[in-house]
């Protein structure tokens, strides 16, 4: 997996505090199979000193993590309040992408309201090649009671990037049922770990990855996780994802309960499972 929403830079945000905090989270992300991460701290208005520290703290956190043999590989990028990415001049967005050599730039919703001039400024963006992703915006009180707006948005050319605690329910049950209705109907592109320290958001991105396939099992996990994260970070164009069927809430546990049902232990203490 290609991790595109990360809160791993130490000290900058309300992500991880320190080193060690970072180092955990690093390893963590390992151990559930992601080799690379795009760093996005929180960045809010003109003058945020993360706009600052963010380089060098990438580098020092590379050093650590090659001292602690954790073979991740980091990027930067940034996660722009939607307010201060309307304020910016293109070219100032040109240093805040989603890595070197991309032409995205991961934007953030305001979990109420809607922005004024969305629509106009999703336009401008593309019309000069630049890619808006939406953070999560499964979390938003508009979207929430109705996607139009940003289906608007999907429209113009940008693309919805949903997070694992929405779907793992740590916002809630209507961020979880709107990021499962973005899911069925196709609208995102991305999925991502939106990784803090604690805070009562869990990093265990296998448990987000299981939990995708529990709820869609013909959805295309490769897809929102590695293929378009890495064209992304390419600056190419990303894939389409086809609307797919989403599991209801009983069917999800009845087929967890009948999996279980149905798992076995053979002589030699390994599992197996009936097809």
Same mark, same amino acid.
């Given at each position: ?32 199979? %992601? ?10 208005? *003109? ?42 001049? %293109? ?142 970070? *390419? ?41």
């Amino acid at each position: 997996m290609i991790d595109t929403h990360s809160h791993l830079l130490p000290g900058l945000d309300d992500g991880a505090s320190d080193i060690t905090e970072t180092i955990h989270l690093a390893r963590a992300a390992v151990q559930d199979g %992601v080799r690379e991460v795009i760093c996005t701290p929180h960045a809010i208005e *003109r003058g945020d000193p993360v706009l600052l520290a963010g380089r060098e703290t990438l580098l020092d956190v590379e050093r650590a993590l090659s001292t602690a043999g954790i073979p991740l590989r980091l990027h930067l990028g940034y996660e722009l309040a939607f307010s201060f990415a309307v304020s910016l001049d %293109v070219s100032e967005l040109d240093g805040l992408t989603m890595g070197s050599r991309s032409r995205a730039i991961l934007v953030e919703l305001p979990y109420a309201g809607w922005p004024l001039g969305a629509e106009d400024a999703v336009f401008r963006w593309r019309l000069h090649g630049l890619l808006p992703v939406l953070a999560h915006p499964e979390r938003n009180d508009r979207v929430q009671r109705d996607t139009t707006g940003l289906e608007g948005l999907l429209r113009l050319g940008a693309v919805a990037q949903g997070t694992f605690p929405s779907l793992m329910g740590t916002f809630g049950g209507a961020s979880r049922k709107t990021f499962l209705r973005l899911l069925a109907d196709g609208r995102l592109s991305l999925v991502a770990s939106d990784a803090h320290y604690g805070r009562g958001r869990p990093a265990n991105v296998a448990e987000g990855l299981d939990a995708l396939r529990a709820w869609a099992p013909e959805v295309d996990v490769h897809t929102l996780t590695v293929d378009n994260p890495a064209r992304l970070l *390419r600056g190419e164009p990303l894939r389409p994802l086809r609307p797919v069927r989403v599991r209801r809430g009983w069917e999800k546990y009845f087929h967890k309960h009948e999996s279980s049902v149905l798992t076995r232990t053979r002589g030699d203490g390994r599992g197996w499972e009936c097809d």
